[in-house]
Each structure stands twice: as structure tokens, then as C-alpha cells.
């Protein structure tokens, strides 16, 4: 199970911190993504992360502003959000893949297990 907090209603400019909790999975053993949702897109890949915590991968659209970390005692994924701009806004979820693998899928295909999102709205 996959739960997300920590989205809201913030400006442009402004900064969140998304988490997500994880239980029922081998943890520290999983690759994790953050994907996004915004009205009438498709879900798209934002970061990931390796199980170790020793690589991470960003979307270009976050690349420099977003930061990914995790804390496998805590069963915990981050996803530090900074200099938000209203085309962030969108539904974050957290994913993770069923198999152990040591690379980190970019692609839909590649997850399994999924939260329900958590919603960030950035006004302009």
C-alpha cells in the first residue's frame, strides 16, 4: 500500500514536500517513481529513485527545482518541490514496481502498485 500526503494550494514561487508511506513491499529493495496528472494529460513520469537512494532521475520539466530522496528505515519517498509554477499543478502519486530490479522505470508500464495521489494546485 502506496499513500501519499502533503499536497495543497500553494503560489507560484512557494515550495511543498510530498511523502509517501509505504507498506506490504519489500521497501528497501524497490525502485520508487513519482508520476503526475493534470486535467485532460496523461500521467507522466516526474522522478524516481533507486532502491539504494544512490541514483535518481527527474523529468525534465523538474529537473533543478524537484528533489527525490527516501528514507528505507521509515518505509519513506520524498519529493521536495521548489519554485512551483502553475503547470505543476496536477495529482501526484507514488508507485512502485512488483519485481526487485535495480534500475528505475520511467514509463507507466514499468509500476505496479500505485497510491491515490495527492493533489497540488499552484495559482499564479
Known amino acids: 500500500q502506496l499513500v501519499e500526503s502533503g499536497g495543497g494550494l500553494v503560489q507560484a514561487g512557494d515550495s511543498l514536500r510530498l511523502s509517501c508511506a509505504a507498506s506490504?513491499?519489500?521497501?528497501?529493495?524497490?525502485?520508487m517513481g513519482w508520476f503526475r496528472q493534470a486535467p485532460g494529460k496523461e500521467r507522466e513520469f516526474v522522478s524516481g529513485?533507486?532502491?539504494?537512494?544512490?541514483?535518481?532521475y527527474y523529468a525534465d520539466s523538474v529537473k533543478g527545482r524537484f528533489t527525490i530522496s527516501r528514507d528505507n528505515a521509515k518505509n519513506m519517498v520524498y519529493l521536495q518541490m521548489n519554485s512551483l509554477k502553475p503547470e505543476d499543478t496536477a495529482v501526484y502519486s507514488c508507485?512502485?514496481?512488483?519485481?526487485?530490479?535495480?534500475?528505475?522505470?520511467?514509463?507507466?508500464?514499468?509500476?505496479?502498485?500505485w497510491g491515490q495521489g495527492t493533489q497540488v494546485t499552484v495559482s499564479s
Open positions: 529513485i533507486t532502491a539504494s537512494g544512490d541514483s535518481t
Open positions: 506490504g513491499l519489500p521497501f528497501s529493495d524497490s525502485a
Open positions: 508507485a512502485a514496481p512488483r519485481r526487485i530490479r535495480t534500475d528505475v522505470p520511467t514509463t507507466l508500464r514499468g509500476y505496479d502498485f
